[in-house]
């Protein structure tokens, strides 16, 4: 049924006063601000405003007709050739809006398209220019029916028009439907140029981001580095840039800024990428074994080396090998680095010819090697044969911008892997934004790791990030009772070389050490700054037993096991021979 077939009850009395009607379209223009207020779809408003002005004024089949590019329109780039067509209505089926399409002039809401004046048909059965196109006579009102269409403007120019179908005899004057609905097209104009600034900025802000995304899809996100801060874009750019050599790149900066994945990122980018990437930490390689590992060794070499073996040199051949914390790297084997390096070739520990290899070294460390060259620990030769592409990686206090995108990282991936569903609070990210954060990434992810294993719950707030952070860092006591290694190895640690070399005489090992030649302990920070090299030297010269070498440096068991894990050293050493 049709709003023209309406029962009487559903419109305004025709001998309704006219206070009567003044409060009706008050009541209809308060909702149609209301839905302005608080929303931005031109949809929403323009159809529940179709609807009042039927259901309070009888003013039926409203319709909003707008040109087919409206916001070519509101720039004035229109040519004579577009048209309109009804977009919104209320009582019209949906063939009948199909069939509402007008080129500018044609008819009565073409003329108030191209003219930009309100137009009123007293009977559209008189007026020829009344085209009847959506809705037949005979499905109308046998009495006198009126149309009125006032046009929509947008930035002074008319983009649309606004119109409906009444009874011509009614106590209501024409005018005041007419002044009502130049009321309504206006607060339209104003609804679709708001809807359009919107669109139109999302757009733009649509397209930087795609284009930020590209960026970031083909460095960055690539390699599985998380953010986009300037600092980290430009260490991204340099690394792209030399990816394609074969020049030796030395990565800067401090521990946990992520060097293992910028040198990934270098051997990705590089056309090696489907040949090996090999990684050796240089920091947790012991000593007698740091030739045997990286060059190979011969059978026969030492005790123990039952067949040749190749070292990370020859299994990188053809791909990338990453010398990580290279400033850990003994004095004494650096010049047969040096060679690898300028020649090509290398030679097995007990072997009697060269062997040729192609890899490409990345390097990385955070220690300053211009003051280890200076000191003698570290060969000048080596360090410019290594330093030939320098590139500083940013530190996360460098990268604020970058800890939010790197915290929502470590929190999904929290959240998957102990299977929580914790999320942060508005407090939360604030906190976690003003904290002053050193280098090191894995700090970030530790806590949020925490937050999810030992939070309240599934909100986590500022209050909850500074009491868990302050567990970060364990006070001596948590030391002294921690039980850092696995049972069974608390006091020494035997190398596969030692068990080669059959059974030793651990007697002495095991024998308590008298009171008296106990050193005091020394206190958090005395233990903080014993290096690898302190406690490798020390478990070697007490013959691989913990205890001893623990006592040596003045440290319990359980801060020798704790240190040793925190510098990422290996479980299981060679005692000394």
Known sequence: MSLADEPESQKPHPAAPAQAWAQQERLLLAEVLRLVGRCLSPETVVREMLHLMSELLGLNRGRLVLLDEVERAAEGTLDSHTRARIRYAYGLTRTEMERGVYAQGEGITGAVLSTGQPMIVQDIDQEPRFLKRTVSRDQLPSETVAFIAVPVEIEHRCVGVLACHRIRSRHRALTDDLALLRLLATLTGQELQLYMLVRRKTAELEAQNALLKG??????MRYGIVGQSPALLKSLHELERVSQSQATVMLLGESGTGKELFARAVHLASPRHERPFIKVNCAAIPETLFESELFGHERGAFTGSAGARAGWFERADGGTLFLDE???????????????????????????????????????????????????????????????????????????????????????????AHQRNSYFSEGAWVWLRDQPWPGNIRELGNLIERAVLLGPGPVLGAPDLLRLAEQGTPPESVLEGASIMPAGTENTLISPRAAHEGPRDTTAQHMPEPATTKPAVRDYRSFQSHSGQDLRRA????????????????????????RWRRLGLERVLPPSS
């Open 215 to 220: 960026v970031l899809q083909s460095a960055a």
């Open 326 to 416: 290279v400033g850990e790297l003994p004095l004494a084997l650096q010049p047969k680095l040096l060679r690898a390096l300028q020649d090509g070739t290398l030679m097995r520990l007990g072997g009697s010819k060269e062997v040729r290899v192609d890899v490409r070294v990345v390097v990385a460390t955070h220690r300053n090697l211009v003051n280890d060259v200076a000191m003698g620990r570290f060969r000048r030769d080596l360090y410019y044969r290594l330093n030939v592409v320098p590139i500083r990686l940013p530190s996360l206090r460098e990268r604020l911008e970058d800890i939010k995108p790197l915290a929502l990282h470590f929190l999904s991936r929290a959240n998957q």
């Open 539 to 562: 478990l070697e010269q007490a013959g691989g037993n913990q205890t001893r070498a623990a006592l040596s440096l003045g440290l319990t068991p359980r801060q020798f096991a704790y």
